[in-house]
């Protein structure tokens, strides 16, 4: 590399590397976004929350169907019975032997209501606890479906946010590469891979900002009389002196 590098391209390399960092940065915290990942937990549990409310609608209806229908085996069981009880007390049926027959009917049919009543209230605190666990899921879900809504707004906004920053900095980063000679650029974009995304570093106070090493006096002195190209003899980053 030809050491005829000029100070304005040595400042301008420093400007690039400014915009770099911070396109890097800023797509570090895209990546990263605390709010996104809480958004994706949010609907994890929404997701969840959906399935149990599925099931527990399921459930409630399920139970709503064999309320009904015990409800209905009672109605057949009410009306033969009182057909059975107005034979009975009509008179039409003289016969004791039949008569017997019929009152043990009668008596039998009552014992079956009575058994299929208590199945039936059993049905129904089954029924009002499904319909309480359904309308607590029901509400548990539309205050998670709200919160994901707004964290989703949220997230949108802060990446369009950092979206409009990377395009101003890689607009910028493309107005200063015309400043920089081509292979002054080809080393920096070396040692940016090589070196954490940065490739040069200001000599600030005889310390190298790219290592953070205090340069000997000599050695500082030395780059800053030499000037052009110059390498830290640490981290071997692009020198600067400002
Ligand atoms: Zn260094």
Known sequence: MPNDVTPEALGRLLDLQAED????QLELRWANLEEAKQLAEL???LAELEADLDIAGKQRDEIAREQ?????EIKLLEDKTGREEQRMFSGSVANP????ALQA???SLKRRQSDLEESLLEVMVQGESATETWERLASERETTAVQA???GERVASIKN???SELERHRAQRGSILPDIPESLLKLYERL??????VGAAALVGGTCEGCHTKLSNKESERVRAEGGLQRCDNCRRILVVT
């Not at 960092?21 to 890097?24: E, G, R, S």
């Open 68 to 72: 009904s229908r015990l409800e209905g």
């Open 192 to 197: 940016r891979e090589q070196k954490g995304g």
């Open 97 to 100: 032997k039949e008569l017997s």
């Open 21 to 24: 960092t911070a396109v890097k």
């Open 105 to 107: 009917e009668v008596a």
């Open 161 to 163: 946010e950092i979206d």
């Open 43 to 45: 609907n994890a549990a």
């Open 149 to 151: 809504k707004d964290l």
